[in-house]
């Protein structure tokens, strides 16, 4: 009897999990390119993070929006909550709309109205920008400068308080403190 119930566990632990077509290896990827060895290689700069840790920007229960691996680090570094991670925990249910919305955000197609519908749905307080277009790994964009410019046009909503080097840092003023 227990004998099959280890059995039934073992196969349930091989079910796809709903997203994994958008993750598969990401956390891999991420790490190997993340090894100090490489980042002078790669152009690895944390000059934001340093600015927001340093400056102590981000309150404990604050979100930060940025792409899956600007993410990952944020956590890590920040112990920030984040909008959208590469592979969040089991408890976060909806982490394949949260991927999409990312995509969506910092497509060149979406509106400013629909990255604030994002922000405020996420409950966002800064978005974290990386605006170098060669910023990739593995043939995914991360820089996005025209979502830069979308967001310094939307001053009603953002207010930039870092622009240095390849990284911008907004303040989103939508999200009830």
């Known amino acids: 009897m227990v004998g099959s119930g280890v ?22 990827k991420m790490i190997a390119l993340s090894k100090p060895e490489l980042r002078e290689s790669l152009g690895f700069k944390d000059s934001a993070i340093e600015y927001l840790s340093e400056n102590n920007l981000v309150k404990p229960e604050e979100v930060v929006y940025s792409d899956i691996y600007t993410s990952f680090r944020l ?13 969040p925990g089991v408890g976060v249910w909806d982490q394949d709309i949260r991927r999409n919305e990312e995509m969506e955000f910092f497509s060149g197609e979406v509106s400013v109205e629909r990255m604030v519908e994002i922000l405020k749905k996420r409950r966002a307080n800064w978005v974290i920008i990386n605006r170098n277009p060669q910023y990739q790994f593995y043939n995914l964009s991360l820089g996005h400068p025209e979502t830069v410019g979308k ?27």
Do not use: M
């Open 151 to 177: 967001l310094e046009s939307a001053g009603e909503w953002f207010s930039k308080v870092y622009d240095k080097g390849d990284w911008v840092i907004f303040r989103f003023e939508g999200t009830e403190r």
């Open 75 to 87: 956590s890590a570094y920040l112990g920030c909550y984040v909008g959208v991670q590469h592979k």
């Open 7 to 28: 059995s039934i566990l073992l196969s349930l632990a091989f079910i796809k999990v709903p997203g994994e077509a958008l993750y598969s290896n990401l956390l891999q």
